[in-house]
């Protein structure tokens, strides 16, 4: 059974810092491709990070130079290291694996002083 749990989330002042992680359980997790998306409130779910299963990376445009993706194979586990929030990154956040077709429950970011 595939399964994604994101954890990380929370409450942060704009300007700081939080680092979201998902460990996944049940897959070919060296084999996959990785995403976090988005979703604010009244908006569509959008990709904000994705890594391959050889290391490579894209962002969209609003976070590059301000979050960088990462995965540890040995661990299940893909991260989301988030600098310089602002208040427009507010949103919950979601792990995707591609090669299964599987989102977790999401965790919740909030940027606001």
């Known amino acids: 059974q595939v399964q994604l749990v994101e954890s990380g989330g929370g409450l942060v002042q704009p300007g700081g810092s939080l680092r979201l992680s998902c460990v996944a359980s049940?897959?070919?997790?060296?084999?996959?491709?990785m995403g976090w998306y988005r979703q604010a409130p009244g908006k569509q779910r959008d990709l904000v990070a994705h890594?391959?299963?050889?290391?490579?990376?894209n962002y969209v445009d609003s976070v590059k130079g301000r979050f960088t993706i990462s995965r540890d194979n040995a661990k299940k586990t893909v991260y989301l290291q988030m600098n310089s929030l602002k208040p427009e990154d507010t949103a919950v956040y979601y792990c995707?694996?591609?090669?299964?077709?599987?989102w977790g429950q999401g965790t919740q970011v909030t940027v606001s002083s």
């Open positions: 995707h694996s591609l090669l299964h077709g599987r």
């Open positions: 049940g897959t070919m997790f060296s084999l996959d491709a």
């Open positions: 890594i391959t299963s050889d290391g490579r990376t």
